[in-house]
């Protein structure tokens, strides 16, 4: 069961990259702010595949958590960032 | 960025999300030497629920919630928090934040008296770094010009 979620966190990591390319090259803003918010959802599953691997599930999850909040206060300002620049 | 937002979404959210939000800060505090976390990350999670606050909710209601006098005041009470346990350690005859040297005060023994003493340094640093977070936060969507100062200008400006 191991190497299973091991695989799944590979290939996200991967993913990651996919989505990385978008957040660089993608035209406009918006595309760069999901694509950030994308990046910050697969990092809190990475996060918790790492801990199931090492069973230390209950320490990942509180800082998968956190990261899930700062994620989403940070795409609040920054789509508040965009509405005060019109 | 500290005007009020008019979206109900955005406001609904921030509204449900920020005593969950504070509560979970406390958690992080009160866990941190079993679980990671601790004064610092729980002061930040802290901050940033006055941040989504102020985002959402706009300056006019966060000034009436948290004054910036009060932030000065919990920042320095914080230090004074820290500094004092450490001081009293000092006192009672031990070095600068030797904790087993409270269990004299809290009438508790040795490992008893370091775990609490280190909860009162971690709630300390977690009321300091609240308060600097919140206002690094403020001083920078604000560009260093306060709202009622703005109008107090466009004002005079009217008038002349």
Known sequence: MNIFFVAVGMGLCALVFLVLYRAIFGPGVFNRIAAISAVGTKTLIILLI??????RVEMF??????????NFIGCIAAAKYLEMER | M???????????????????????ALYVIMHGHYSPGGGFQGGVILGASMALLLITHGYDELKRRLPEGALIFLGSLGVLIYAGIGLICLLLGGNYLDYSQLSVILGVDAPHARS?????VEL???????????SIF??????????????????AEGER
């Open chain 2, 138 to 155: 403020f001083d920078i969507s604000t560009g260093g010009i306060l709202p009622e100062d703005q109008r107090r200008e466009d004002r």
């Open chain 2, 2 to 24: 500290i005007g009020k937002s008019d979206d109900i979404i955005i406001k609904t959210i921030a509204r449900i999300f920020v005593p969950f939000l504070q509560l979970y």
């Open chain 2, 124 to 134: 300390g640093v977690g009321f300091t770094v609240m308060a600097i977070m919140y």
């Open chain 1, 61 to 70: 999850i509180d800082i998968s958590m956190v990261y899930a909040l700062l």
């Open chain 1, 50 to 55: 790492i801990g199931y691997v090492y069973n």
């Open chain 2, 116 to 120: 609490l003493g280190i909860l009162g």
